[in-house]
């Protein structure tokens, strides 16, 4: 008898499965919304070291420069992991307009998930104004593109 009352019931067990499927639930959406925000402010800061590595390159170079000759330059001015132009879930990309200027975005590869990066050759960074927001395919100047806001 005395076995018996030290066992776990089916209702206790089932008690403790509830409580966990509860706290399972209300812990998982934070945890995914955290891990997006982290992937985003990686990518933002991707970006800055684009931008970082592209005004170094065109202090020596006549113009400015793709990622992968930002990598195999001699010292490298990029790693090689981001001149592949895939990162934390991001489509990264460097567009040179010869020497007069250049833009580098960061592109989520669910666009319905996260917003899309922009920066330019002054280090204006911009962030889109919402999901679902390819990255322009101009150089805009000095402001962000249409859609887009400024990152402080």
Known sequence: MEKLKKAITLM?????????SVLAALAIPNLLRSRMSARA???ANLLRIVCSAEVQWRATNP?????QELASAQPPYIDVSLASGIKQEYIIK????TY????????????AQAKTYYIDED???CRSNSVNTPAPNIHIG???????SEVE
């Open 123 to 125: 280090g204006l960074l």
């Open 41 to 43: 402010a990686i990518s």
């Open 100 to 111: 007069i200027d250049f833009y580098a975005t960061a592109t989520p590869q669910n666009l």
């Open 94 to 97: 460097a567009v040179p307009n």
């Open 63 to 67: 113009e400015y420069a793709t990622l």
């Open 142 to 148: 000095t402001s962000c593109p249409v859609g887009f």
């Open 12 to 20: 206790e067990l089932m008690i403790v499965v509830t409580i966990i």
